[in-house]
């Protein structure tokens, strides 16, 4: 529909009385090509008339976006310049190092983090950046109109502008610096060593004695970096130059390493002191710059490791030492599997220190390609090549000035060995064959006991996708009607819902899905009229059921009830998010901010942070009597509401917009958080940022942001930055640092993640919680990885993925601890995803408004195995379904959970869906039985309280 307000033929016409046409800019309608729409006039007035209406493809291939009833949403496109390798700060200049003496240095640029957040629910259109333009902000020369490329900067500071532009039409500029210097960098370059009983030898890394450690050291009096055997006894070696601006014939060099070892100093290769005979030495420095070696071991663990190096009395200025980057040795530690099936493939992870670009690598004598994956000067990772005999090989890498590292030893196995961790790409299909393009704007999905894949929609609605798990061709869909909500109107029309959350109780035995509903832009672009002044309020939580309407065939859900009620819902695009139960029965609920860094911005929507805002709110559904209603003291103004009745409390606060909450097997609760953006709002670093007087004149409407009184971040946002996204252990009472000045006490100043530190450098309180990990924005799902596969060495860790084109991510936890990664699992992502029973992963895609699966790379097995079972959780009651995956299956074969037995109600040779048994709480494994051979899945399935 297309509605025409303040519309005047008659003025347009210069107050001729003659035919008139006119062309109508700015109007979208969608696809008119396959639906129908209506043009509606909100009056006809001194008796024009209108002949004809001629509706014509638009010129250019952009969206205009409106403001009208439920029509589009949309702020500027939003542009961010990133690079490679990552770099966690988006906004923060680059350094990069010219190894190889050429003057210059290979950088790949990422835009992918740009986006839009364009949408148009009633017309199925998001939005997506469209054009892409990198130039030189000094000359105005377009270096690419890629979205990534890469390009050989000079040495010096290149400034980089990146301008892109969404379908809607709106663009936007950001800039970053890329810093390339010469191989001469600043401190030593030291190389530590576990267990050496004996001075380390110059000139021999990678050879016979293999630094386990290494690492920059700015000053020549060592205040030793933490490491893994810094407690121990161990040895370093440190080479470097020394700048001189003066000759001096002779002068004294000293050591001091205050009883807790020995040293050596070299000067080339001659030793000009050893600590086992004197502390001093007397040696002739030009001008220019020297070559020193210092060389430690300590012998003493009583006392603590130090080591000065003095001239002439003194330790030199951190400026007049430097090392040359080119002589760096690059050291491997450790290579993750060590050991792979002789047909290749396996995705191994090395780790190490000094990996600079460029490098080489040799795998058993072969050149392997450094895979686009995580790369950094402490990792990278490669495949192994295809070998024609098992037994050990060799991993070494060169760096670009032709310096070998030391070896790393991979064993081939026979065929037989675990296939090694990868998926492939493919799609979910319609029927046909062809693309599945009926959804509607997914932003969540679950898993159902029925194995459909529930996905909740922009549009408010719920779309229900059965599909073959073999040919991934869907062979069903349905969906709910639109929700809609009364008390929010727009021209006495209902709202209807935004759904970014989707999950089922675990005990329930019908198909019963909740969903996290509510207006977003509410006011930012006139969804709800403005006289309704609590609809800063409007989320909730709604529950459907199985049901039909008769006005819709298609309709296989309908209304059920509201569980909760009163979340708060920011005018723009942060919002009800992420639903997961607690063990007791308890929904846990991610709720968005409404600010950037803690001070309203217009781009955010221009509001201040409200009691229950920037949260995971606990709903106490286990409560007899729960009364899911919130409300408020002063229901009209969040920045002053405080929740006077309701049974949901605050369970952790401080999260900026959690989108993804999830529990795994062992109880622990994980979220993803997106960071903030540079200029969308600035920080918040105390409670007296805030002033009730000003705030009360204050009018989110107008575009200027609630200046911060810290200046902290760069000329183009100077009281705010950009910080990635977190992946957090969520625990009850914990803050994570992003500031609401409504809650106050500790929690009103934002804690940069990467030094823990206030915005003016003060620490954070002991309420903080840090997070497990950052990863390039935007992070939007997160889930743990149950099937197993590869003999079980994905399983238990956490997948998380991004959205618009992104990336798939694995790192293995446990508890609050990271063990392993954040490693790349794939170069493509989605805005959530869910496993089924044979390990495949399902990712719907907001933007392409279809599914794509990434299914796991593994050899066909022989004889009965199982892989998997989802859903995992269950009630205690039992009566629920589970579906069962692997291969193998009979007529015959039985299943049981926790040695009861689960009846078989469907079967096939790769899948079987069962009724789980009652059982007591906690973790129980499942085993299926053919022909008296058993399979066994440890751990399958965890049971409530």
């Not at 090395?350 to 004598?365: D, E, H, I, R």
């Not at 991934?472 to 969906?479: F, N, R």
């Not at 909500?485 to 899905?513: H, Q």
């Not at 279809?850 to 097995?861: E, I, K």
Request: glycine share 10%.
């Amino acid at each position: 529909m297309i509605q025409l307000e303040s519309f005047d033929i008659f003025e347009q016409a210069g107050g001729c009385r003659k035919g008139v046409e006119v062309t109508l800019k700015g109007q979208t309608v969608g696809a008119v090509e396959t639906k129908p729409f209506t043009i509606r006039f909100s009056g006809i007035v001194n008796k024009a008339q209108i002949n004809y209406i001629i509706v014509e493809k638009a010129k250019a291939a952009c969206v205009p976006a409106s403001t009208s009833g439920e029509l589009a949403a949309d702020h500027a496109a939003h542009s961010v310049p990133g690079s490679y390798p990552p770099q966690l700060n988006v906004n923060s200049p680059r350094t990069y190092v010219d190894s190889d003496g050429d003057g210059f240095v290979p950088v790949t640029i990422d835009g992918r983090g740009s986006h839009s957040h364009f949408f148009d629910s009633a017309n199925n259109i998001i939005g997506r950046i469209t054009d892409y333009t990198w130039s030189i902000a000094e000359t105005g020369e377009v270096v690419s109109r890629k979205q990534s490329f890469t390009y050989r900067f000079p040495l010096g500071t290149t400034r980089l502008k990146l301008s892109v532009t969404d379908n809607s039409c709106t663009t936007d500029e950001a800039e970053t610096t890329v810093t390339v210097t010469g191989a001469i960098q600043a401190g030593q370059y030291c190389y530590f060593y576990d267990g050496l009983d004996e001075l380390p030898k110059i000139g021999e890394e990678g050879a016979s004695q293999n630094p386990a450690f290494a690492a920059v050291v700015q000053s020549a009096t060592l205040g030793f970096p933490s490491f893994s055997f810094s407690d121990t006894q161990f040895a370093v070696k440190c080479t470097f130059f020394l700048e001189v601006n003066t000759d001096a014939p002779l002068s004294e060099i000293s050591v001091s390493t205050f009883g807790s070892g020995i040293a050596r100093v070299y000067k080339g290769e001659d030793i000009i002191l050893d600590t086992a005979t004197s502390d001093t030495a007397e040696t002739s420095l030009a001008v220019g710059l020297t070559g020193f070696e210092v060389v430690y071991l300590r012998t003493t663990l009583s006392a603590t490791p130090k080591l000065h190096f003095l001239v002439d009395g003194a330790a030199p200025a951190a400026p007049r030492i430097s090392h040359d980057r080119k002589m760096v040795v690059p050291i491997l530690t450790s290579a993750t599997p060590a050991e792979g099936p002789i047909r290749g493939g396996t995705m191994v992870k090395v780790t190490g220190y000094g990996l600079f670009t460029p490098f080489t690598v040799k795998f058993a004598g072969e050149t392997v390609t450094v895979l686009d994956s995580g790369q950094s000067p402490t990792q990278f990772f490669v495949k192994s090549p295809t070998v024609a005999s098992a037994g050990p090989v060799e991993i070494r890498t060169t760096s670009g000035t032709e310096v070998s590292s030391n070896a790393l030893t991979f064993t081939y196995g026979g065929a037989e060995s675990c296939d090694s961790i990868g998926f492939t790409r493919t799609e979910l299909k319609k029927a046909n064959g062809s693309p599945l393009d009926t959804l509607e704007l997914p932003t969540s999905a679950a898993i159902g006991q029925d194995g459909k894949i529930y996905l909740g929609t922009l549009g408010g609605t719920v779309q229900v996708v059965e599909y073959d798990v073999d040919t991934l061709k869907m062979t069903s869909q349905c969906h709910s009607k639109a929700l809609k909500d009364s008390k929010y109107t727009k021209n006495s029309i209902p709202a209807v819902r935004d759904i970014l959350g989707i999950t089922f109780d675990p005990r329930d035995k019908e198909m019963k899905p909740y969903v996290s509903t509510s207006t977003i832009f509410w006011h930012e672009r006139e969804r709800v009229d403005r006289s309704i002044k609590d609809v800063w309020s409007n989320g909730a939580v709604d529950r459907l059921k199985p049901g039909t309407d008769p006005t819709d065939s298609g309709v296989c859900l309908v209304y059920d009830k509201r569980i909760v009620s009163g979340i708060p819902v920011s005018n723009h695009d942060h919002s009800v998010n992420g639903l997961v139960f607690t063990q007791n029965g308890d929904l846990l609920i991610t709720v968005g901010g409404n600010t950037n860094m803690g001070l309203p911005g217009y781009k955010l929507g221009g509001y201040w942070e409200s009691e229950y805002s920037a949260a995971v709110l606990i709903a106490r559904l286990s409560k007899p009597s729960f009364d899911g209603d919130i409300k408020y003291q002063f229901p009209t103004e969040p920045r002053k509401a405080k929740m006077i009745s309701g049974d949901v409390d605050l369970y952790a606060t401080g999260l900026r917009n959690s989108f993804s909450i999830t529990m795994t097997g062992k109880e622990q609760i994980y979220a993803t958080d997106n960071g903030p953006n540079c200029s969308f709002g600035d920080t918040s670093a105390s409670c007296s940022d805030y002033d009730e007087a000003r705030a009360a004149a204050w009018d989110p409407d107008a575009e200027v942001d609630w200046e911060g009184k810290v200046r902290h971040g760069w000329v183009s946002c100077p009281f705010s930055l950009s910080r990635p996204d977190k992946i957090l252990h969520v625990t009850p009472g914990s803050w994570y640092g992003h500031p609401n000045i409504n809650r106050g006490g500790v929690e009103c100043a934002w804690i940069d993640p990467f030094d823990d530190l206030t915005a003016d450098d003060k620490p954070a309180p002991s309420k903080y919680k840090k997070a497990m990990t950052t990863l390039q924005s935007p992070l939007t799902g997160i889930g743990e990885y149950r099937a197993n596969h590869f003999c079980g060495k994905l399983r238990g860790e956490l997948i998380m993925s991004t959205y618009k084109s992104g990336k798939t991510w694995r790192m293995g936890v446990n508890g609050g601890a990271v063990t392993s990664g954040p490693d790349q699992l794939s170069s493509d992502g989605g805005i959530t995803f869910v496993e089924n029973a044979h390990g495949d992963l399902i990712f719907p895609r907001l933007s392409e408004k279809d599914v794509f699966v990434l299914r796991p790379d593994v050899t066909a097995s022989a004889g009965l195995y199982v892989v998997g079972a989802v859903p995992f959780r269950h009630g205690k009651g039992g009566g629920t379904e589970i579906i069962v995956g692997g291969g193998g299956f009979g007529a015959s074969t039985t299943v049981t959970i926790g040695s009861k037995t689960c009846v078989v109600t469907k079967r096939s040779a790769k899948e079987m869906t069962c009724t789980v048994p009652a059982h007591t709480s906690g973790l129980k494994s499942l085993t299926v039985v053919s022909s008296g051979i058993s399979a066994e899945l440890p751990d399958a399935v965890l049971y409530m309280k």
